[in-house]
Structure formats: structure tokens, C-alpha cells
């Protein structure tokens, strides 16, 4: 029955759809196997059924499956234009950040010119506020003397200007008295004109008169012009201490102004140094920044790199320890197959001497490992015999002939001076 219901099977099968239902005779004309066949039939039709059914469940998971493949193939071509995307995206921001990254370089160039220069002419501002200290000093060290000198020229003014008010005093009451002695001189000659006859002697009298007033007018003329002369001098020498006193002075507000200017950039570099210093220790913090930044990217690409060596290594290692452990295990076996040969060919060298009846010395051994095929051959074939152990028994001269026997052993000849 079972084995029936391959060809039924084929048969089904072969058969079109409109013809699939066979004609079955009157269940009462016909044989008895018919019922049984029948059902074996029907069963068949069902597993048929069955099995197409079946067929088209596992083509239509077939479909979903190569749609879903489909469907994978298209998110990875998404996914693989998104990553070339991002990729040019990343290509275009490190571009960018090369190019930020280069005019920060630049920028970082000038400010370092800029230092330098702010640098040069702080130096040169340090040099002039140095000299103008020295200049402060000596001034200092000289504005004492130059103030004792100025009191002393005030007090000389001082005395100079009484002079000239003792002189001018004095000069005043020499005219008042030479406008007297004028008047006293004119009311006399009046009445000398007038007593001209009285007296006999008016003219040795007035012979007298005008000798003592003409000594009178030499003198006091004389008094006058010293006066003069020393009111000049006084006047000069009132203008150059005037003159001196304005040069003092200018010198002294000239001090001052260099005394401010000095302290101005004493201020200024005060100020110009904490800037510098709190530009130095931004510009230091930001290098340390950026250093640090450049040694922890450094550090992990070095840790991935050594993780990736390390586990190729293991890799390599595993392999390699796998490797001889194949190694090992061969060199084993070929151990082993030689001691087996070499225990055979003691054997058969013991048989030899036995059966010879001389003794034979063994120059060498030769084998057949890894020489591929080793026979039976139904035909004339080179045996490569790989695998030599020379001076077996201590009889081996590579200026030997030897030649070979039935037991795989060579006996030695010294008929001709080669090796075969």
C-alpha cells in the first residue's frame, strides 16, 4: 500500500484538473479491491491537496520573504545614501573646521605680531618712563638748589626794589630841594638885582652864588646820573631775575607735566601688564586646553589601535597555537611511523644477516611519506623516496654505490666512487 502511493502520486499529477476525478464503476459491479483503492485514492487526493496547499503557504512566505528582502536591499541603498550623504557632510564640516582652523592659525600669527609689537613698545615705554625717572631724580636732586636760588633772588628783588624806593625817595627830595635852592636862587637874584646899589660887593657876592650853585647843579646832576645808572642796573637786573624766575618756573611746570606724564605711564603699564598677564594666562589656558584636547584624542586612537593589534594578535595567536598543535600532532605521527619503519628495517636488516650468513652493514633508510600515491601500480613506476635517515649503522660514505634488495634495504659497494 505504501508503496503504491508514489505512483498514484505521479499520477494525480499528471492528470489535468478537469480529469482529476477518476470514473469509478457502480460500487455494486464492481471487484472487491475497488473500495479499498478508492479510499486509498481519496486519501491521496487530500494529501495532494494537502501538499499544494502547503506549496502555496510556502511560496506566498517565499514572496513575503523576497519582498522583505526587497525591501531590505532599498533601506540599504537608503541607508547607504544617507551614509554617503553624512559622509560628505562630515568631508564638508572637516573641510571647514581645517579651514576655521587655519585663519585661527592666522589670526593667532597677527596677535602674536601684535604682542610682539605691544611687546616692543612697552620695552620702549619701560626705556622712557626709565628716563624720565632719571630725568625726576636729577630734577628732584636739583629743585632744592633751584628753590633756594629763587628765595634768594626774591630776597635780592626785595632789596633792589627798596633801594630803588630809597633812591627814588632820595631822588624826589633832591629835586624838591633843587627846585628850593632854584627858587631861593631866584628870589635872591631878584633882590640882589634890587640892592644891586646898596651893597658894593652884590657882584663878588654873585660871583659866589653861581660858583656854589653850579657845584651845587654838578653835584646833585652828578647824584642823579649815579641814581640813574643804579636804578638801570637795578632795572636789569630785576628783568633778569624776572627772566630767571619765568625760566624757574617753566622749568619747574615743565617737571610737573613730565612728573604726570611719568606717573600716566606708570598707570599705563600697570594696566597694560595685567592685561598682558590676563591675556597670557587666557592664552595658556586655552593652549593647556587644546593640548589636552590633542593628547586624549591622541591616547584613544593609540588605546584603538593597541585594542585592534591586541585582538589580532589573539587572532594570530590562536591560529598560530592551532597551527602547531596541527604541528605537533603531525610530527608526532610521523615520530611514530618512523619508529614503526625503522623497527621494520631492523627487522629486516636482522633477517638479512641471518639469512646471508655475512653481516651487513645498513648505510641508510629511505621512505615514501608524503610522496603521494605508494602503489600497488600495474605498471613500470618511479618510486620518490622523500624521507632519507642516513648512517643507520654507522656504514654511510656518499662516495658509495648502493644497490637496492627485496627487503627495502641497501647494501654497500665500493665499486664506483658516486652516489646513486
Given at each position: 500500500?505504501?508503496?503504491?502511493?508514489?505512483?498514484?502520486?505521479?499520477?494525480?499529477?499528471?492528470?489535468?484538473?478537469?480529469?482529476?476525478?477518476?470514473?469509478?464503476?457502480?460500487?455494486?459491479?464492481?471487484?472487491?479491491?475497488?473500495?479499498?483503492?478508492?479510499?486509498?485514492?481519496?486519501?491521496?487526493?487530500?494529501?495532494?491537496?494537502?501538499l499544494k496547499?502547503?506549496?502555496?503557504?510556502?511560496?506566498?512566505?517565499?514572496?513575503?520573504?523576497?519582498?522583505?528582502?526587497?525591501?531590505?536591499?532599498?533601506?540599504?541603498?537608503?541607508?547607504?545614501?544617507?551614509?554617503?550623504?553624512?559622509?560628505?557632510?562630515?568631508?564638508?564640516?572637516?573641510?571647514?573646521?581645517?579651514?576655521?582652523?587655519?585663519?585661527?592659525?592666522?589670526?593667532?600669527?597677527?596677535?602674536?605680531?601684535?604682542?610682539?609689537?605691544?611687546?616692543?613698545?612697552?620695552?620702549?615705554?619701560?626705556?622712557?618712563?626709565?628716563?624720565?625717572?632719571?630725568?625726576n631724580s636729577?630734577?628732584?636732586?636739583?629743585?632744592?638748589?633751584?628753590?633756594?636760588?629763587?628765595?634768594?633772588?626774591?630776597?635780592?628783588?626785595?632789596?633792589?626794589?627798596?633801594?630803588?624806593?630809597?633812591?627814588?625817595?632820595?631822588?624826589?627830595?633832591?629835586?624838591?630841594?633843587?627846585?628850593?635852592?632854584?627858587?631861593?636862587?631866584?628870589?635872591?637874584?631878584?633882590?640882589?638885582?634890587?640892592?644891586?646899589?646898596?651893597?658894593?660887593?652884590?657882584?663878588?657876592?654873585?660871583?659866589?652864588?653861581?660858583?656854589?650853585?653850579?657845584?651845587?647843579?654838578?653835584?646833585?646832576?652828578?647824584?642823579?646820573?649815579?641814581?640813574?645808572?643804579?636804578?638801570?642796573?637795578?632795572?636789569?637786573?630785576?628783568?633778569?631775575?624776572?627772566?630767571?624766575?619765568?625760566?624757574?618756573?617753566?622749568?619747574?611746570?615743565?617737571?610737573?607735566?613730565?612728573?604726570?606724564?611719568?606717573?600716566?605711564?606708570?598707570?599705563?603699564?600697570?594696566?597694560?601688564?595685567?592685561?598682558?598677564?590676563?591675556?597670557?594666562?587666557?592664552?595658556?589656558?586655552?593652549?593647556?586646553?587644546?593640548?589636552?584636547?590633542?593628547?586624549?584624542?591622541?591616547?584613544?586612537?593609540?588605546?584603538?589601535?593597541?585594542?585592534?593589534?591586541?585582538?589580532?594578535?589573539?587572532?594570530?595567536?590562536?591560529?598560530?597555537?592551532?597551527?602547531?598543535?596541527?604541528?605537533?600532532?603531525?610530527?608526532?605521527?610521523?615520530?611514530?611511523?618512523?619508529?614503526?619503519?625503522?623497527?621494520?628495517?631492523?627487522?629486516?636488516?636482522?633477517?638479512?644477516?641471518?639469512e646471508g650468513?655475512?653481516?651487513?652493514?645498513?648505510?641508510?633508510?629511505?621512505?615514501?611519506?608524503?610522496?603521494?600515491?605508494?602503489?600497488?601500480?600495474?605498471?613500470?613506476?618511479?618510486?620518490?623516496?622523500?624521507?632519507?635517515?642516513?648512517?643507520?649503522?654507522?656504514?654511510?660514505?656518499?662516495?658509495?654505490?648502493?644497490?637496492?634488495?627485496?627487503?627495502?634495504?641497501?647494501?654497500?659497494?665500493?665499486?664506483?666512487?658516486?652516489?646513486?
Amino acid at each position: 500500500m505504501r508503496s503504491s502511493a508514489p505512483v498514484l502520486l505521479l499520477l494525480l499529477c499528471s492528470l489535468d484538473p478537469g480529469q482529476s476525478q477518476p470514473r469509478v464503476p457502480v460500487r455494486g459491479s464492481a471487484p472487491p479491491q475497488v473500495p479499498a483503492l478508492w479510499d486509498e485514492l481519496q486519501g491521496l487526493k487530500e494529501l495532494v491537496l494537502s501538499l499544494k496547499m502547503e506549496e502555496v503557504r510556502r511560496r506566498q512566505t517565499l514572496r513575503g520573504v523576497e519582498s522583505q528582502l526587497r525591501d531590505g536591499e532599498v533601506e540599504a541603498e537608503t541607508q547607504r545614501r544617507s551614509m554617503e550623504g553624512l559622509q560628505k557632510e562630515v568631508t564638508q564640516q572637516i573641510v571647514e573646521l581645517r579651514r576655521r582652523v587655519e585663519e585661527q592659525e592666522e589670526q593667532n600669527k597677527v596677535q602674536e605680531l601684535l604682542m610682539l609689537e605691544l611687546q616692543s613698545r612697552m620695552n620702549s615705554s619701560e626705556s622712557s618712563a626709565e628716563e624720565l625717572r632719571k630725568r625726576n631724580s636729577a630734577l628732584a636732586s636739583e629743585l632744592p638748589f633751584l628753590r633756594t636760588r629763587l628765595r634768594a633772588s626774591e630776597s635780592t628783588v626785595e632789596q633792589l626794589r627798596r633801594k630803588n624806593t630809597v633812591l627814588a625817595s632820595r631822588l624826589c627830595s633832591t629835586e624838591t630841594l633843587l627846585e628850593e635852592l632854584r627858587g631861593q636862587m631866584t628870589e635872591f637874584l631878584t633882590s640882589n638885582s634890587s640892592s644891586m646899589v646898596m651893597i658894593p660887593d652884590a657882584a663878588a657876592l654873585q660871583n659866589l652864588l653861581d660858583g656854589r650853585l653850579e657845584k651845587l647843579q654838578a653835584r646833585t646832576e652828578d647824584q642823579f646820573s649815579e641814581m640813574r645808572l643804579e636804578l638801570n642796573s637795578s632795572q636789569i637786573l630785576l628783568d633778569q631775575l624776572r627772566r630767571g624766575v619765568a625760566a624757574q618756573a617753566a622749568s619747574v611746570t615743565q617737571l610737573q607735566v613730565r612728573m604726570n606724564a611719568a606717573e600716566e605711564l606708570e598707570d599705563v603699564h600697570t594696566e597694560t601688564a595685567d592685561e598682558m598677564s590676563l591675556m597670557d594666562l587666557w592664552r595658556k589656558l586655552n593652549r593647556s586646553e587644546s593640548l589636552q584636547d590633542q593628547v586624549n584624542t591622541v591616547f584613544t586612537l593609540r588605546l584603538n589601535v593597541t585594542e585592534q593589534l591586541l585582538d589580532e594578535l589573539q587572532t594570530e595567536s590562536a591560529v598560530r597555537a592551532a597551527d602547531l598543535r596541527s604541528v605537533s600532532d603531525g610530527l608526532t605521527d610521523a615520530q611514530e611511523e618512523l619508529q614503526v619503519r625503522l623497527g621494520a628495517v631492523a627487522a629486516a636488516v636482522e633477517e638479512l644477516n641471518t639469512e646471508g650468513g655475512e653481516e651487513l652493514r645498513v648505510g641508510f633508510s629511505a621512505g615514501l611519506t608524503d610522496s603521494g600515491v605508494v602503489g600497488p601500480f600495474d605498471q613500470e613506476t618511479t618510486l620518490v623516496f622523500s624521507k632519507t635517515i642516513i648512517n643507520v649503522g654507522h656504514a654511510y660514505n656518499h662516495l658509495q654505490v648502493f644497490s637496492r634488495l627485496l627487503s627495502e634495504a641497501f647494501t654497500s659497494s665500493a665499486s664506483r666512487r658516486q652516489t646513486t
